[in-house]
């Protein structure tokens, strides 16, 4: 019992020392915060609910795949393997835009670089709309993750560099990512029985070109030290190094495995909410209107990223995480083990609600642990790279699938929810500090 207290009280003190030299950054930003004017405060809701829209647009695309991958399966006739391709190929755009995003943003700012990322996904979806043959199908895909990388990374920066709430509003604007989840299955499941299944993706055009123009008007292509200024918030801290942001970011190994978990983390959310309606279809025998589990489990997602928060406070951020993903494990045997069509399905919205608050509280743990003139860059090569997840696992899934059958999703992902857990463990607790 006293050795529980002892360890108790150590956590504590690491996540106080961890979140000290954040705390004393922002610190001089209190009173700035306070002097704000009526028309910066409603800026700055306004710019904030304008990254939203993008994490909105993000959270439409990965929800949409999971119920139209049965029909595209069918009207190309491919098998798992093949059309595992649409993960591989946007693997590629995601791993393309997450590198380009650390030259971009030095060269072109905030303001451009979110929009060539919106630009980029209005250019995929109308390829994706005309259903071209599987080859120039799969290249919007391509396009699409590289602007997803884009605007993923810099939506993510600018919400980490705030100085009013950012944990919050990092856990508001992942919330945000699962509500764009969570209503695109709605609509994809009734386009997958249409003959017209593509037309789907005249729906997302449509979102994507809402999110350009709301983008260019809001931020005017600044830099983001330009759109801070007119909230009244100062530019932050900068580094001493003559060493690119680039180079110094690459160094960090503490970078390195959160980007890795990132990418574990969003290749499971994606997998659940992509493959899990084929193997409720193939394995439980489930009608076509099992795209609905798709919608439950992101619906779970956007709950957990909100209504977690007091927990994730009470319970500290580091530690609650090993909590959930324990917990996740758990709901994931169940969905493995008992076959039941409802139990499944309310597992799985479960597992979202579990799942929700891991991302933002990583995105987090990063701002407290990394030198503040690097966080904005970090974060966007971290969400940049992690989004390759939503890719590379799903592919993983089919190529396994193809082999083995769709039963395999099981104990995959349980599996990659305990490296996952292993990966948390690896994170530093302490902030680094580089010059």
């Known amino acids: 019992m006293q050795m529980t207290t002892i360890s108790e009280e150590s956590d504590k003190h690491n996540e106080m020392q961890v979140g000290s030299s954040a705390s004393d950054s922002r610190a001089a930003s209190v009173f700035d915060l306070k002097a704000q004017t009526k028309p910066q405060r409603l800026r700055a809701r306004v710019q904030f609910a304008t990254v939203c829209g993008a994490m909105y647009l993000a959270g439409w695309n990965d929800g949409t795949t999971g ?25 590629v755009g995601f791993l393309t835009g997450a590198f380009a995003n650390l030259y971009l943003d030095e060269r072109f700012g905030f303001g451009k670089v979110i929009v060539i990322g919106s630009v980029c996904q209005v250019i995929a979806y109308a390829i994706e709309a005309a259903a071209l043959p599987f080859p120039a199908f799969v290249l919007g895909y391509v396009i699409n993750g590289f602007g997803m990388a884009l605007q993923d990374a810099q939506s993510n920066g600018f919400v980490a560099s705030l100085k009013d709430n950012p944990e919050v509003k990092m856990g508001i604007l992942h919330a945000v990512y699962g509500g764009g989840a969570l209503s695109s299955p709605l609509v994809a499941t009734q386009f997958a029985q249409l003959p017209h299944w593509s037309f789907h993706y005249l729906c997302s055009l449509g979102v994507a070109f809402i999110n350009t123009v709301l983008l260019i008007a809001v931020f005017g292509l600044k830099t983001q030290d330009e759109c801070l200024a007119q909230i009244g918030q100062p530019p932050g801290e900068k580094g001493t190094s003559e060493k690119s942001q680039f180079s110094q970011i690459l160094r960090l190994r503490a970078v390195h495995i959160l980007a890795f978990f990132i990418l574990t983390l969003v290749g499971v959310e994606v997998t659940v909410g992509g493959w899990m309606v084929t193997y409720i279809i193939d394995v439980r025998g ?85 030198p503040e003139w690097l966080i904005t860059g970090s974060i966007g090569w971290i969400a940049g790279f992690g989004q390759a997840g939503s890719a590379l696992l799903p592919f993983l899934t089919g190529a396994i699938a193809s082999k083995t059958g769709i039963k395999s999703l099981q104990p995959f992902l349980v599996s990659m929810m305990a490296f996952l857990t292993v990966l948390w463990a690896l994170v530093p607790t302490t902030a680094r500090r580089t010059t």
């Open 67 to 91: 119920p139209l991958l049965p029909r595209i399966q069918k009207v190309y006739d491919l098998n798992f393997a093949v059309v595992s391709l649409i993960f591989v190929f946007a693997c």
């Open 286 to 370: 489930g009608g076509p209107s099992s795209g609905y589990i798709s919608s439950g489990f992101w619906g779970g997602l956007m709950v957990g990223r909100v209504t977690l928060l007091w927990v994730n406070k009470k319970v500290g951020e580091r530690r609650v995480l090993f909590i959930y993903a324990i917990l996740a494990i758990g709901l994931q045997l169940v969905v493995w083990l008992v076959p039941s069509l409802i139990g499944d399905g309310v597992a799985v919205s479960l597992i979202g609600v579990i799942l929700g608050p891991m991302y933002p509280i990583a995105m987090n743990h990063t701002v407290r642990i990394l």
